[in-house]
C-alpha cells in the first residue's frame, strides 16, 4: 500500500486560472494608468472631492471640474488600503473575509424589468420583489452576498436606495451589497440601527456600496459622496467602472485597462484622502459594446477577459476585487 503523503512545499493549483497579464504588462498598464491620471485627470463633478484632493496635492481645475494626480499621491493610496476586508452577515455565520485567493459569488444587479412568478407577465420590479430576491440569495447556499438584484420602482425615485436598504435588511441574514446614488448617511444609518449604533457598524459592516464611475474618465457628484460617506463611515465602497470597449472606451484590451484602472484608482485615492486605511474594493462591470445591438455586452467572451485581466490588476495592488461573471 502507498501512503498518500504530499510532497513538502509542493505548490498546488486551486481551481482553475485564466492567465491574461504578464508581470510586464501589469507594470505597463500601471504606468499608463498614472500617465493618463496626470496629464489627462478625471472629471469629478464633486466640489467637496475637489477640495480634498486638492488639499492632499492634486492639481485642480474647478472651472472644467478636472483634477489631475500626482504619482506619489495614487501610489500612497494603493498603500494604504487594505488587503483584507470584512463583509459581515447579519448572523456572523455569514461573516465574509475578501481579499487574496479567496472567492465568493453573488447575484447580479440591479433589474428594472422581471417576468412575475405568478402572472408569467413581464412587468417593473417593485420593493417586494428586493425583499424576495433578498430572502432567494438567504436560503441558496452557494451565494454568499446579497447584492441589489432588483430596483423598486414603485418607490419614489430620489429614495430609491433607501426603500431598497430597508427590503433587503429585513429579509436576509447575509451581508448586502449594493446602497448608492443619493441618501447615503441614511443608508448607514439603517445600518448601523441594525447592529447597535455607526461604531458597531464600522466593526461589523453589514452593508456595503458601490460607486459606478461615467466612463471615461469622470466620477459623478452622487458617487463621490458615496465614496466620501462610506471612507468616514469604515464602510466598504466598490469603485465598479462598467465601461463598454468601442464606445465609451478604446476598443483595445489594453486601453479599456487603462483607463478603467484609472477611474478604480480614483475613487481609491479620494477615500484615502478621507480617511487613512478606508476600506476599498476593486469593481468591474467593463465589457465589449455591441454595435449591432446597441448594448452592453453582458456575458460575452470580451466581458470574461476583461474580469480575468482586471482581478489580476486587482490583485497587483493587494486590493479585493467584485468582478462580473459571464
Known sequence: MTENISKAGSLRLAGLKLEVLTADELAEIHRATLKVMRETGLKITSTRAREILQEAGAEVNDSAQIVKFPHYLVEDAIKAAPEQILLAGRDPKNDLEVGGEKVYFTNFGSGINIVDPTSGELRDTTKEDVAATARMVDGLSDIE???????????????????ATEAYLNNTTKHCHGFSGKNPEKCLDMGAAVVGGREELRRRPIISADVCPQSPLQIQAEGAEVIMACARAGVPVTILPAAMAGATSPITLAGTLVGHNAEVLAGLTLAQQVERGAPVMYGSSTTIYDLKENVASVGSPELALFSAALAKIAKYYKLPSYLAGG
Do not use: I, M
Request: proline fraction near 5%.
Open 145 to 163: 452576498v446579497y447584492s441589489l438584484a432588483v430596483t423598486a420602482r414603485d418607490c419614489p425615485q430620489d429614495k430609491v436606495y433607501l426603500h
